[in-house]
């Protein structure tokens, strides 16, 4: 049986990548991660995307090779690709986070050398985009 993956990546959006492009997105992503048991939630700072994604890691790796060329962004960083024992974003298809206070964080993550204290503000993230109350999980 294969294993179930996390992964977690942070890119920058293309200039015409707007509100209702984010919207397509999400709308696709929705309805292709219910049919591939696939979880997770996507992030948007206004400069930035962050997005963890939960599944099989045969559909989720595979996926992420997708993700990485798409027009709508660029300067794609994988954080994090771990397997996992248990769902975080279970009860999403691709929850939904707009905040442009988490800007500085991102752009943090998405620049220079990997820094140790990287793991935790990950973590932080991480749980922040599975938390924050203005967000809509679906």
């Given at each position: ?57 045969d559909v ?79």
């Amino acid at each position: 049986m294969p294993s179930l993956r996390q992964l977690f990546y942070v890119s920058r959006p293309t200039p015409l990548c707007g509100a209702a492009t984010i919207q397509d997105i999400l709308q696709i992503s929705r309805r292709n991660n219910r049919q591939r048991d696939i979880t997770g939630c996507l992030l948007y700072s206004g400069d930035h995307f962050a997005q963890v994604l939960e599944g099989r890691s045969d559909v989720v790796e595979p996926l992420l090779d997708r993700i990485a060329v798409d027009p709508r962004h660029h300067e794609v960083r994988v954080l994090r690709s771990m397997p996992c024992s248990a769902r975080r974003y279970g009860d999403w298809s691709m929850g939904y986070v707009h905040d442009g206070g988490l800007a500085e964080a991102l752009h943090a993550l998405s620049s220079g050398p990997a820094d140790p204290a990287d793991a935790a503000r990950i973590d932080a993230l991480l749980d922040r985009m599975r938390t924050d109350p203005v967000m809509g999980g679906y």
